[in-house]
Each structure stands twice: as structure tokens, then as C-alpha cells.
């Protein structure tokens, strides 16, 4: 019977602790953990190395009227300065003579100019002046015969005839005495318009000369810039085609011209560290975002990927190398190279 009783007693605490377990309020839900902030991406495009000057294609100054190369001055590799002579085109003698003549047409001109404000020489006017003596002194003796020959007619002593040739003698000189006057003062200073003429003709052939000059000019090729001669297309005697006569750049300054697309562009800023990876080089070259371009544009890298978009649109993103970067890359101009451009901006310098 006690036995009985244990055993009921048992199952009724059994049955108590699994009531309160049932009836004891559930534990709070633990909270999520916080998300980890996720870290800013990079950008990976493809680029090409260029100088930083470009590279310039050089052709006949004067378009397709000058299209005979006569002389060549460098050779591909040629180290050249600004404003260098690189080439002479076949017309330059024939310019060089225009501009010949046209200096001398400019001197003639400026000598008639400064004889007409110069007026005459000394000796010319003295020696015009003497002749206006000359005359005066010959038109007072005629005067004089006259008065004697009027005053022989009413006597019969003289013929009416002498006596008007003598009058006839008296105007002549008059007459002659007046345009030697007349010559004095056209020798003694020069008319206002008569210099106005001469300055017009001056300035005409000035003119003239710096049109000889500048035609001259576009018979000779001169370097735009400092830089190395990178591929010549035409050698003396060859006409100058439409691919122009010559390619140059400045190396000492090269960059790499990244394609990123306009989707990344957001995550690009200037002074942002990149990195270059260049075929063959077993490190990384160090850069930094230079300038970002202005237009977006279809891409002009060509990628090995048979199912890559090739109208994709991309901003062309420079970036600057450092002086042992840019020297390795210096005869590799137009070499695609991948960049990968890293989040965040470079640290200024001096902080």
C-alpha cells in the first residue's frame, strides 16, 4: 500500500514540474548580430600607355598644295627642341624668292617715302633757286626793251612788230619765272596727299612681305614640341600622303589612358591610387589618377573576352606614373595594360 502511495506521489511532482515548465514565460529571441559594414570596391579597366604630351602627328603645314618632301632632317629616335627645323618641303626656294622680292619692293617704297618728307636736296634747291634769279633778271631786261620799243612806234623809229615781240618776251619770262616758283616749293616741302599715297604704298608692301614670310613659313616643318621622333612616313622625294609625314612625343612624361566604364565612374576620384599591370612585368606599377575625361564614349580597348560587350561606354580615366614607372614604359607607347584602381583617395603630400 505505501508502495502505491510513493508512486503517486511521484507522478503528481512530475506532472507539477512539467506545468510550470509549460507555463513559464519563453526567453527573449537573442539579437542579430550587426552587419559588418561592407568594404568599398575598386575599379578594373583596361588601358593603354601614352605620353603625356600625346602623340602628334606632324604633316605639311600648307595642306595637300605642298606635297613633295625636299628635305628630311631627323630620323626615327631623334632626340629634337621646340621649334626645331625637321623638314623642308619642295616650293620653300620658290617662297624664299617671294620674300626677296617682297623686301625689296618694301625698301624701294620706304626710300620714296623718306624722299618725300626729306623734299629735295640742299644743292637742287639752291641750284632752282639761282635759275628763279636767272629769270627774274632775264624778264626785267625784256621788260625794259619792251618800254623802249612801245616808245620808237609813234615816231616811226621802230616797228610795231619788234615792239610785240618784246612784250611777247616779257610774258614769256613772267611765265617761266612763275613755274620755277612753283618747283621751289614742290622741292622745299612734299603735299600732305602725295605722303598720304606713299605711306599707303608702304604699308602695302609691308603687307606683302608678311604674306612672302608666312608663305615661306608653311614650306618648313618645325617641331611643335620637345620630344623624340617615333615613325617618319615619308623620305625626301616621296609625296606626303594623308597619314602626314611624321609622328612625334614627349617620353620623359608617359601615362597610362584607363577605359572605365560609366557605371564605375562614381568610384573614381582624382589623387586615387591604381596599380598597372603591364604584360611581362612581374610587378606592379604604382600610379595615380590624373584627370578623368570628359565624354563618355564606346571603348577603344579590345579585349580577349569572345562574349564581352564591345559598344560597351566608357570615360577615359589618365593616370600618372612615377619616374621608374614612366621609364619602363617609354618605347612601349599604345601597350595595353590593365588597371586596377583602389578605393579611397591617395594621401595628400605632406600629411
Known amino acids: 500500500m505505501s508502495r502505491r502511495l510513493w508512486l503517486l506521489a511521484g507522478v503528481a511532482v512530475l506532472a507539477g514540474a512539467g506545468a510550470w515548465v509549460a507555463l513559464r514565460p519563453a526567453p527573449p529571441p537573442p539579437a542579430p548580430a550587426a552587419a559588418a559594414p561592407a568594404a568599398p570596391l575598386g575599379v578594373g579597366a583596361l588601358g593603354r600607355v601614352e605620353p603625356a604630351s600625346r602623340i602628334r602627328r606632324l604633316a605639311a603645314p600648307g595642306g595637300m598644295n605642298i606635297d613633295r618632301l625636299a628635305e628630311l632632317h631627323v630620323q626615327e629616335g631623334d632626340e629634337v627642341a621646340a621649334g626645331q627645323l625637321l623638314a623642308v618641303f619642295a616650293d620653300a626656294p620658290q617662297k624664299d624668292a617671294a620674300v626677296a622680292q617682297a623686301e625689296a619692293a618694301l625698301r624701294e617704297q620706304q626710300a620714296a617715302l623718306e624722299r618725300l618728307r626729306n623734299a629735295a636736296r640742299p644743292s637742287e634747291i639752291e641750284a632752282q633757286r639761282a635759275r628763279i634769279a636767272s629769270l627774274a633778271a632775264q624778264e626785267e631786261i625784256a621788260r625794259r626793251d619792251a618800254i623802249r620799243a612801245d616808245r620808237l612806234v609813234p615816231s616811226g623809229a621802230g616797228a610795231e612788230a619788234v615792239a610785240e ?19 621751289l616749293a614742290t622741292l622745299s616741302s612734299a603735299r600732305p596727299e602725295d605722303i598720304a599715297l606713299a605711306e599707303a604704298r608702304l604699308a602695302s608692301a609691308r603687307a606683302a612681305l608678311e604674306k612672302a614670310r608666312a608663305d615661306a613659313a608653311i614650306s618648313r616643318l618645325h617641331a611643335p614640341i620637345a620630344g623624340t621622333i617615333l615613325r617618319i612616313f615619308a623620305r625626301p622625294g616621296d609625296r606626303v600622303g594623308a597619314e ?10 608617359m601615362e597610362v589612358v584607363a577605359d572605365v566604364y560609366e557605371t564605375d565612374l562614381p568610384r573614381v576620384a582624382p589623387g586615387a591610387r591604381a596599380e598597372v599591370i603591364v604584360p611581362g612585368e612581374p610587378r606592379r606599377l604604382a600610379a595615380t589618377v590624373r584627370e578623368i575625361g570628359w565624354q563618355v564614349r564606346r571603348t577603344t580597348q579590345a579585349g580577349t573576352d569572345p562574349v564581352a560587350a564591345v559598344d560597351a561606354r566608357t570615360v577615359e580615366v589618365r593616370l600618372a606614373l612615377s619616374e621608374e614607372a614612366a621609364a619602363l614604359l617609354r618605347r612601349r607607347s599604345n601597350m595595353q595594360v590593365q588597371v586596377a584602381i583602389l578605393p579611397g583617395p591617395a594621401p595628400l603630400a605632406g600629411r
Open 165 to 183: 615781240r618784246a612784250r611777247f618776251l616779257v610774258q614769256r619770262l613772267a611765265a617761266e619765272r612763275a613755274q620755277a616758283e612753283a618747283d
Open 244 to 253: 602626314g609625314l611624321l609622328e612625334m612625343a614627349d617620353l620623359t612624361r
